[in-house]
């Protein structure tokens, strides 16, 4: 097996450790970063999200993969930002103000940044005004919003409405999701996109940039 093919199933797996010294060894055999990383690292995550959607995997499955790709990423990055290679996009999550439970979040963020996108994670309990500051200080491709309460909602309205008050010609998309969170919410208070789960989040992520 090749070490791109190694590297690949170590992160499916979730080998922490082994993905780390693989990432290693495929640099030292002169591989490319950007190879490694989309043929290896992003290709990785994109069988876990799709395993994930078919209830293959479950979210400790998905957190070690996801953990195993940043290890991944920990020796990559370097040569990727001397290489001048970007990332797919930024995207700006949170969970929103009132809400402490931050799980979902997490997950989003981490396949996010599997999939090759660039994170700035506001943590929880985050109010409309941080997320569209720091999508525009971050020049942000998405607003990624998580909750779990439906008293914490009202948030995103808030969101998406403030990010058209302060950037009216904003092209940040912005992305819901949450127990709590539906398609017919989303499409009422004028979100860009709901998901039902961290991997459907990627696909949304990956189809803004592709539009």
């Not at 930002?81 to 809400?99: A, F, L, Y």
Request: aromatic share 4%; hydrophobic share 45%; net charge negative.
């Amino acid at each position: 097996m090749d070490r791109i093919a190694a590297l690949k199933d170590a992160i499916i797996a979730g080998e922490m450790a082994q993905a780390k010294g693989l990432a290693e060894q495929a640099l030292e055999a002169g591989l490319e970063p950007k190879e490694i990383l989309n043929e290896a690292l992003i290709a990785g995550m994109d069988k876990v999200g799709e395993l994930f959607k078919v209830n293959e995997i479950y979210v400790p499955e998905v957190l070690l993969a996801a953990k195993s790709m940043q290890n991944a990423m920990q020796i990559l990055k370097p040569h990727l930002v001397k290489g001048g290679i970007q990332p797919r996009g930024k995207v700006v999550v949170g969970t929103v103000r009132g809400d402490l439970h931050d799980i979902g979040k997490n997950l989003m963020a981490m396949m996010l940044e599997g999939a090759g996108f660039e994170i700035v994670d506001l943590g929880n309990d985050v109010p409309a005004e941080k997320f569209v500051e720091a999508a525009i200080e971050h020049g942000a491709t998405v607003i990624g919003m998580s909750a779990l309460l439906t008293t914490t909602m009202h948030t995103m309205k808030d969101t998406v409405e403030l990010l058209k008050q302060k950037d009216p010609d904003s092209k940040i998309r912005t992305m819901i999701g949450g127990a709590p969170v539906t398609r017919n919410f989303a499409d009422r208070i004028g979100a860009d996109g709901y998901g039902d789960d961290a991997a459907t989040a990627v696909d949304i992520a990956k189809g803004f940039v592709g539009s």
